[in-house]
């Protein structure tokens, strides 16, 4: 099955940690993107890349990094200079040519 | 900047009640606009979309959106919901970078539905 896959479902750290959320996909995307989810908030777009070893800063990259060394994966680390990571992280696909993405389960970020 | 903006954060309709959800963009150019949807515990998915042509546009479980270009519109409407349409429902419409030739996506803030039994 194609599709999305995000890793882990949940994660908890402690404040001051650097964590690193999993994206891969197996759809043959070239762009992939990374949102957060919170409450009220609708999804906000932290980072996107359309292809390897590139990638721009969305509205809210601060505290944030992101790596695309290969076409399947784009993880994204949430530094300790993230001021509010706890949330929920989506990771989505698309193909150059289509606004349509495609989105995996979400990892639900737990910083205390 | 682009902006979408969905006019309820929350709505509570009973079995066979009709729905429509409010949508409203602030983007004068070319748009194309979708309504995903994001069911208690599965991925979000894409309910519909409208990139050019007729302005209403069906998409699945009997859901239907219009295009209004005048009015900047795009709501979303189901003649009678179903407690299986409980989710939260959120508009984007595509947002064109024009330094980077990039095209990205913006979210409105969501609309929780919960349908009643």
């Known amino acids: 099955d194609g599709g999305i896959t995000q890793s882990p479902k949940y994660l908890f750290r402690k404040e001051g940690q650097n964590v690193t959320l999993s994206c891969e996909q197996n759809?043959?995307?070239?762009?992939m993107y990374w949102y957060r989810q919170d409450p009220g908030q609708g999804l906000r777009l932290i980072y996107y890349?359309?292809?390897?070893?590139?990638?721009q800063k969305g509205d809210i990259a601060e505290g944030y990094s992101v790596s695309r060394e290969k076409k399947e994966s784009f993880p994204l680390t949430v530094t300790s200079a993230q001021k509010n990571p706890t949330a929920f992280y989506l990771c989505?696909?698309?193909?150059?040519?289509?606004?349509?993405?495609?989105f995996g389960p979400g990892t639900r970020l737990t910083v205390t | 900047a682009q902006s979408v903006s969905q006019h309820n954060h929350h709505v509570i309709l009973s079995e066979a009640a009709s729905l429509e959800l409010g949508c409203n963009y602030s983007?004068?150019?070319?748009?194309?606009l979708f309504w995903y949807v994001q069911y208690p515990g599965q991925h979000l998915q894409l309910l519909l979309k409208?990139?050019?042509?007729?302005?209403l546009v069906k998409g699945i479980k009997g859901f239907e959106a219009e295009f209004i270009k005048s009015k900047f519109s795009f709501n979303l409407r189901k003649p009678s919901v179903q407690w299986s349409d409980t989710a939260e429902y959120f508009c984007?419409?595509?947002?064109?970078?024009?330094?980077?030739?990039?095209?990205?996506?913006?979210f409105g803030k969501g609309t929780m539905l919960l349908v009643s039994p």
């Open positions: 989505a696909s698309s193909r150059v040519d289509s606004y349509e993405q495609y």
């Open positions: 759809l043959n995307h070239d762009a």
């Open positions: 890349s359309q292809i390897v070893n590139d990638f």
């Open positions: 983007y004068g150019g070319t748009v194309n």
């Open positions: 409208y990139f050019s042509g007729d302005p």
């Open positions: 984007a419409v595509n947002a064109p970078f024009v330094n980077s030739g990039y095209s990205t996506l913006t």
